[in-house]
């Protein structure tokens, strides 16, 4: 038997160069990415064609991260019960049709709906295609080159998405960024099913913690959307306090369900380690951060300077650009200074750089008021990514790491949504009560208290990862082994890969 034959036998066709199945798996991740991306630069011109506010705005984003964040974990043990293929084909089906029923909505709840279900597809599709590349390259050289390929695709989704949603929304419409993955979803699910074996269902008495995926979903949802309607109705009207009492009682029931579940979604005794604990805190700030910059500076562009789409999403390049070439800078800093003195560094500067965007005008300079920050605080982001997900796999039993990276990025989908959700209530309160007579003006005012919090939270990840311990336990050494933080990013560097 030869040695392709014996890699791919479990998953792919026997047939199939691996080639083919790195080149599915990355195409399906760079279409959740882009898409998260993508929407941001159509946002007014949504706003203008449907009627929607501020606060549907923010629902378009949040909508797809909560429930993206929400089911990521779940749909991840999914593919592990009922096959790799299946759970990928249904994650593209309804990833594919949501993105078609989105094109053609007719009003804000339309889009909304559209945007939430996109989410579930997201979460199926994400696991899917990274398990995928680990479960076909068996060989360790193979799968790093491979996992490397897949890196990239994910990192360069955001550029390719801020050009692509405004060449899209200027010269076509915006319904364009959603009709966009139709063909390419239909071209992944044909892929896929002339290329994956089939699924088979796994009898060994594990079960999904379906209690355990709604409530959390359901419960983060709640709360995103009782934060977005006190901005409007009031904290003391009806629908707030429900949804408020709502969240509460569902993220509790959440928490019982864990604790006494025999096969719990999250084991909450992963939490005891406090690198992990304290890593999900900063990855949820981080996802704060970059989501909220993105969304602030689309509208601002857009709404009070007046730019076309496509000039929004060129301007924004440079950040994404950064993101992308400070992951590359951190892997090789996190070796020579360790997770934690480069999670502090990282951001502080993030803080600097979003400090530095609050201070926009009604008449801005383009290189000192956008550019400088947005670059400033991009380095910033990208140097916290690789260290944040190493400091919260870093000492983690083997049995538990795929738990430990499903909870970082989980943090980091949730806490974008509910942190966005919070800045665009507070950008409102500011833009009310700023008592100017332009309107553009109180606007900014509005987006300035908004990224100055958001300062603010770049700030507390930088205080934390000084709380973050100075050794941890190595991976698979015995428990009195000991190793210092530097020497273990090195080696948890080395199992992340290129």
Request: aromatic share 6%; with cysteine; hydrophobic share 55%.
């Amino acid at each position: 038997m030869t040695k392709s034959s014996v890699t791919t036998s479990s998953i792919v066709r026997s047939h199939i160069p691996l080639g083919i199945i790195v080149a599915i798996a990355c195409v399906a991740q760079f279409m959740v990415v882009l898409d998260s991306s993508i929407v941001n630069v159509a946002l007014p011109a949504m706003r203008a064609d449907l009627g929607m506010s501020t606060n549907g705005q923010q629902w378009v984003v949040d909508g797809y991260l909560i429930t993206f964040g929400g089911l990521l974990l779940f749909a991840a043990r999914a593919g592990d019960l009922f096959g790799r293929k299946w759970v990928f084909q249904c994650g593209l089906a309804i990833f594919t049709l949501a993105s078609l029923v989105g094109g053609f909505a007719e009003n804000g709840e339309w889009l909304i709906v559209a945007r939430v279900v996109q989410g579930i597809g997201a979460a199926a599709l994400a696991p899917a295609s990274l398990s995928l590349i680990t479960a076909s390259h068996t060989d360790g050289h193979q799968r790093t080159k491979a996992l490397a390929i897949w890196a990239v695709a994910a990192s360069s989704a955001g550029a390719v998405g801020m050009i692509l949603g405004g060449v899209l929304t200027s010269e076509l419409n915006w319904r364009y960024v959603l009709f966009v993955n139709v063909p390419i979803g239909i071209a992944l699910f044909v892929g896929a099913a002339i290329c994956l074996m089939p699924s088979s269902l796994r009898h060994d008495g594990r079960r999904l913690d379906t209690a355990g995926a709604l409530t959390i979903t359901v419960g983060v949802g709640a709360l995103v959307y009782a934060i977005s309607q006190a901005n409007r109705a009031g904290w003391g009207s009806m629908s707030v306090v429900i949804s408020l009492i709502a969240a509460g009682a569902l993220i509790a029931a959440f928490i019982v369900i864990e604790m006494f579940s025999r096969q719990p979604l999250v084991s909450l005794g992963i939490f005891r380690h406090r690198s992990l604990s304290l890593a999900n805190v900063m990855m949820a700030c981080l996802g704060v951060s970059m989501t909220s910059v993105i969304f602030f500076l689309s509208l601002y562009e857009q709404q009070i300077l007046g730019y076309r789409a496509l000039r929004t999403g060129l301007s924004l390049v440079p950040m994404t650009v950064v993101l992308v070439i400070g992951a590359f800078v951190a892997k090789r800093l996190i070796v020579a200074i360790g997770y934690r003195s480069l999670l502090a560094a990282g951001a502080t500067i993030s803080a600097i750089g979003v400090a530095w965007l609050s201070k926009l005008t009604v008449a801005p300079d383009y290189s000192f008021h956008v550019l400088g920050p947005t670059l400033v605080a991009g380095l910033g982001m990208s140097l916290m990514v690789l260290p944040v997900t190493v400091a919260a796999t870093t000492g983690i039993e083997a049995s538990d790491a795929g738990l430990a990276s499903g909870l970082v990025n989980m943090g980091r989908q949730i806490g974008g949504a509910i942190g966005l959700a919070v800045l665009v209530a507070i950008s409102s309160a500011a833009t009310r009560h700023a008592g100017l007579r332009s309107p553009a003006a109180g606007m900014v005012q509005g987006y300035h208290m908004a990224l100055l919090i958001c300062a603010g939270i770049s700030l507390l990840s930088a205080i934390i990862a000084l709380f973050l311990p100075k050794a941890v336990r190595a991976i698979h050494a015995g428990p009195t082994t000991v190793t210092s933080g530097r020497s273990m990013a090195r080696n948890a560097v080395d199992d992340v890969g290129n």
